[in-house]
C-alpha cells in the first residue's frame, strides 16, 4: 500500500502589517507499487513516434528501436497502443484493420507490436494536434484505465497545422492523460513542446543524439510503470478572507500550478498532480492573509494530498505576528532556495528568447542574471549548461557575454533544462 508524508518548511513569523506567508511544503510517496496494479483502475500507454520525412534514415531506425524498447518495459496487463505521426495519426498498432483500438499487453501482443514497429516509414508533414487527439480518442476506448500516459517522439515543427489548431487540440486532450515529450536533434522548437507537456503534466527533454533515443524510452517507459498511484490532488485550504497568491511544484522541477485550480469549496481549491511512483515532490504555496496584531497567530493555508478522495497526508502553514526583527527578517532556506530556482527557470527562456531575436544588450542580462543565480542556488547542471552559451567573467555578479558561435543543440539542451531544479537541504 502506497504511504503519504508532507513536511513544511517556512519561517513563520511576520512582521507587524504583514500579509504575505510564504512555505514549501514537501510531499513525499513510498511503496507506490506498479501502475495499473493498485487497485484503482487498470493503466495504459501510447507510444506516439514522428514517421514524417524529415525523420529519414538515422532518424527513423533509431525510433524503431526506442518505440521497441519502450514496447518491452510495459507491464503485462496494461492497455497500449502505438501511433505513427505525421500530418495526419495513424494507428500503426493494433493495426488499423483491428476490432479493438487498444490491446492488453502479453507476449503475443508485444511481438505483434514489435512487428508494427519495425513496419514505420518516415513520409509526409508533422501535424502534433492530431497525434494527441487520436491518442486520447484511443484512451476513451478502455474507461477502466485510470492511468494514461503516453510518449511523444519529434523532430520537428508543427508546420502542416494552424497556431490555433494546435493550441485547441492541447486544450481538448488536458486532463485526459499525461504526455512525455521528447524532441531529436536541433530542428524541433522546445517552447511548442514545452506547451504540450506542461498540459499534460509531462515533462520535454532533447535526445541530441538519435542513439540515445533507446536508452531515454527505456528509462521513461520504466518510470512509468513505476507509478502506482493513478492520480492525485494537491489541495489547499485557506481561511475565510485570504488569497491563495500562488501553488508551485519546484522541485523535482518547476511547473506553476496555480492556474490549473479546480474550486472544491469557497476555501479549498485542488490542482492535479498526476500519478505518482515512490518519490518526493516540493511545493511552494503563497497566501495572503489579513493583518493581525502582534502575538497572534494563525493557520494560514492547510495543504493536503488527496487521493481518489481521501486525504493521505497533511501539512500546516502558519503566521505569527512578532515585533522582533531577529525572527521576521528572517528567510527560510529552503523557500529562499527555491525562489531563486523558479527565477531561473524564468530568465533562462526570456534570455534565448531575446537572444533569438537579436535583442544581445536583454540577452546578456538575462542571461547573467541567470549565471549568478544558479551560483547562488548551487544548480552546477545550469552552470555548466550556460558555460556552453555565455562566457561568464564573474558567476557572483553574473558578469556574461554572449558567445558568438553557439551550437543550437547547447542552446536547446539549456532551454530543455532551465525547469529541473536542484534539491535543498531544508534541514
Known sequence: ???????????????????????????????????GRGGGGDAAEIVIVDTSGSMLDAKIVAARQAAAVAVDQILDGTWFAIISGTHIATRAFPYPNARVSMVQMEPGARAAAKEAISRLEADGGTAMGSWLKLAAQLF??????TQRHAILLTDGQNQSEQPHQFQAAIESVTGRFQCDCRGVGADWDVAELRRVSTALLGTVDLIADPASMAADFEALMQKAMGRGVAEAQLRVWAPQGSQLLWVRQVSPNVEDLTGRKIEINPLTSAFPTGAWGDESRDYHVAVRVSPQPVGQERLAARVQLSVRDQIVSQGLVKAK????????TRIDPAVAHYTGQAELAVVIQEGLAAKAAGDEATA????????????????????????????????????????????KLDEMALDTASTKTTRVNKR
Open 140 to 145: 476513451d476506448t478502455v474507461p477502466q484505465a
Open 1 to 35: 500500500m502506497p504511504s503519504f508524508s508532507a513536511e513544511v518548511f517556512q519561517n513563520e513569523f511576520i512582521s507587524e502589517g504583514a500579509t504575505d506567508v510564504h512555505a514549501i511544503v514537501s510531499v513525499t510517496c513510498s511503496g507506490a507499487g506498479e501502475a
Open 364 to 407: 546578456t542580462t538575462k542571461l547573467g542574471r541567470a549565471v549568478a543565480l544558479a551560483a547562488e542556488t548551487g544548480n552546477d547542471e545550469a552552470t555548466s549548461k550556460l558555460r556552453k552559451v555565455v562566457d561568464i567573467d564573474d558567476p557572483a555578479t553574473g558578469t556574461v557575454r554572449l558567445k558568438r558561435s553557439v551550437d
Open 321 to 328: 505576528w512578532s515585533g522582533d526583527d531577529a525572527l521576521t
